[in-house]
């Protein structure tokens, strides 16, 4: 989603690193072309203008000017305010010490927030809490029914009543299940509609005031720019939420909702969700997506997804021969896996410091990848332990068994030894080459 504003704020901040000294003149031209950027990128104008003038004033302070690595500072200076704009300090959840604590949902229809409901529910679930899902959404054709198959997927009981139309009655008889059978969270999952009229905001006031919620999240289509802050002002006036979910950041957008609702609404994001698998929500810390924006990576979201894909013996005994210089195609099938498990590949290598530039352009097909795991498991035991015996009536089969071609499996082979040499040299204490070996790669399509 932040691909282009990306691009444009690190050429900006790029050209002003590469000067040695920096004048009034450097700044106002710099700063003019993050204002572009970020309009371009369909932030809120009053939010731009805002941010443009406090970056222009720190930029031409002493702190700056006298500097020796002026450029450094700047950059430090937009990595400081767009952690400001997007809500510096911890937005966690407001947990009961009197379970359950009960987190009311709404949003618009179609923004994803039933789908949203069932993601939180699995993330607390991960993080040590006892979970329920209360299914509030009367007014929707089958949304009792999606919360429930969610609910089965992630073992998580959902709370219904079909015999009422009463959202109210809903909400009530959830929380006094959940508080029955010892659940120390309630998620009610509210109805949404096409826009916002008087009978949903009645609604939801309903709700609120018979199950006096902990925390009220608003669920945002981050798909739907300026409207999704439109939406949330409108919500606000109502409803007093305490943060917002944004969904659909994965997509094609240009980023501006997730920019802008914060300064707008004076509500911090808690929670992003990044893809349509219901692993994908996780905590939205301003600071990393920030380091993202401005091509720094985002180390720590990394270490917290690679914990989470793999068992520590597991990755233990993987680091250990890794470092030995060792990788077999069972080794190779592990690491692929985790990486898997860990999102999309791009958006992984995003947050690898220096990597993501060092692989820009080089074009990564999802499906593609998948024949990966396909190959490698139609390989013996042995093979997969040896490939160094892998010749050609071997290729031959373990093409046809994979639904491959004999090319396919020779392109395997061959980066497997690059990643062999790769291993091989970090091991020595080594940086290996990576744009090189990418650009290989992309020779060998």
């Not at 009981?157 to 120390?184: F, H, I, N, W």
């Not at 270490?303 to 894909?309: K, M, P, Q, T, W």
């Amino acid at each position: 989603m932040f691909d282009s504003l990306s691009d444009k704020l690190q050429g900006v901040l790029g050209d002003l690193r590469n000067r040695g000294k920096l004048n009034e003149n450097d700044i106002k031209k710099a700063t003019r072309e993050i204002r572009l950027a970020l309009l371009e990128a369909d932030v809120n104008f009053q939010v731009v203008k805002d941010f443009v003038a406090q970056v222009r004033e720190r930029a031409l302070g002493a702190e700056v000017m006298d500097s020796l690595t002026p450029g450094q500072q700047v950059v430090k200076i937009v990595h400081e305010e767009l952690t400001e704009l997007m809500g510096k300090g911890s937005s966690a959840l407001a947990f009961s010490g009197r379970p359950p604590t009960v987190i009311l949902l709404c949003g618009l229809q179609g923004s994803g927030k039933t789908t949203a409901s069932g993601k939180l529910a699995l993330r607390l679930r991960k993080d040590g809490k006892v979970p329920a899902l209360v299914a509030c959404d009367l007014a929707r054709p089958g949304a009792i029914d999606q919360l429930e198959q969610l609910g089965k997927q992630i073992q998580v009981p959902v709370y219904s009543q079909r015999d009422t139309k009463d959202p109210v009655a809903v909400a009530e008889y959830g929380l006094e299940q959940a508080r029955a059978q010892g659940r120390d969270i309630a998620i009610v999952d509210t109805a949404g509609r096409l826009h916002v009229d008087e009978n949903l905001m009645d609604e939801l006031v309903a709700i609120r005031g018979a199950v006096k919620p902990h925390d009220v999240l608003l669920v945002v289509d981050a798909m739907t720019g300026q409207d999704a802050v439109g939406v949330a002002e409108s919500f606000s006036e109502r409803i007093a939420f305490d943060g917002v979910i944004m969904t659909k950041l994965d997509g094609d957008a240009r980023g501006g909702a997730a920019l802008s609702v914060k300064a707008v609404t004076g509500v911090p994001i808690k929670f992003a969700s990044d893809g349509e698998k219901l692993e994908a929500l996780e905590t939205f810390h301003p600071e990393r997506m920030a380091s993202r924006i401005l091509g720094m990576g985002d180390v720590l979201t990394l270490i917290e997804r690679a914990e989470e894909a793999s068992e520590e013996d597991e990755e233990a005994e993987l680091e250990r021969r890794l470092a030995a210089g060792i990788l077999t195609f069972d080794d190779f099938l592990k690491s692929y896996r985790m990486m898997r498990k860990m999102g999309p590949f791009q958006n992984v290598v995003k947050m690898i410091p220096g990597l993501g530039k060092q692989l820009q352009g080089v074009d990564v097909n999802e499906k593609e990848l998948g024949r990966v795991e396909a190959i490698i498991l139609s390989m013996t035991a042995d093979e997969r332990r040896r490939p160094e015996i892998i010749k050609g009536s071997r290729r031959s089969r373990i093409a046809a068994g994979s639904g491959t071609s004999v090319q396919q499996v020779n392109q395997l082979l061959s980066a497997r030894k690059q990643m062999q040499k790769m291993v091989k040299q970090i091991g020595r204490g080594k940086t290996p080459n990576l744009q090189s070996i990418a650009a290989q790669q992309v020779r060998r399509r």
